[in-house]
């Protein structure tokens, strides 16, 4: 059953079956370009490949090496595992950026003392010294970014993200229906 019906005498998207329930909140839409989902993906994308430029530019990092810098300086030390969950990705994708960062020198790892098949991370103090040049630039960045929006736009968006995530990462770790 479909979650969602177009009406062509009213030209936009109507919810029905399971979403039937939901109080109505998205705007009309007439295409998948009026989707909210869509614009935040759009925007994820456009965010992609701009911070791809700029850190490969910048800091001769990919923007999920930097990202992985980020998390670990946020939860060092922190086990590999905690962070390809973090960072929404397969360990296989998380191994590959270890070991780059590990070859630039970036990072160490051990393994966990309290679980020997577990690796713990942690930055370098070359990486914890990167770690600040690079968020600097960043808080810059998004100081640009986030420039067509007012302070107070831009703490209503923060709480607003911080409340899809949460409530998308708890739909994510239900099974599906």
């Known amino acids: 059953m479909s979650d969602a019906e177009f009406n062509p005498a009213q030209d936009q998207v109507h919810p029905v079956g399971r979403a039937a329930h939901l109080e109505p909140k998205h705007p009309p839409i007439k295409s998948i370009e009026d989707v909210i989902v869509f614009k935040l993906s759009r925007l994820v994308g ?24 980020g998390l670990m300086q946020a939860h060092a030390p922190i086990r590999a ?11 296989s994708q998380l191994s590959r950026l270890v070991k780059s960062l590990s070859v630039k020198k970036l990072l160490i790892s051990k393994p966990d003392p309290e679980d020997a098949r577990a690796v713990m991370l942690k ?3 070359q990486g914890q010294e990167l770690f600040k040049k690079v968020i600097t630039e960043a808080l810059l960045r998004n100081e640009h970014v986030l ?31």
Do not use: C, Y
């Not at 456009?46 to 810098?69: P, T």
């Not at 595992?81 to 929404?88: K, P």
């Not at 007012?150 to 239900?174: G, P, T, W, Y």
């Open 123 to 125: 930055l370098t103090a």
């Open 147 to 177: 420039s067509p929006l007012s302070a107070q736009e831009v703490l209503a968006f923060d709480e607003m993200l911080d409340r899809l995530i949460a409530h998308n990462l708890s739909i994510l770790a239900k099974p599906a229906r």
């Open 46 to 69: 456009v965010n992609e490949r701009a911070g791809a430029r700029w850190s490969e530019q910048l800091f001769d990092l990919s923007i999920n090496e930097w990202r992985l810098l």
């Open 81 to 91: 595992g905690d962070l390809a969950d973090l960072m929404l990705m397969d360990k």
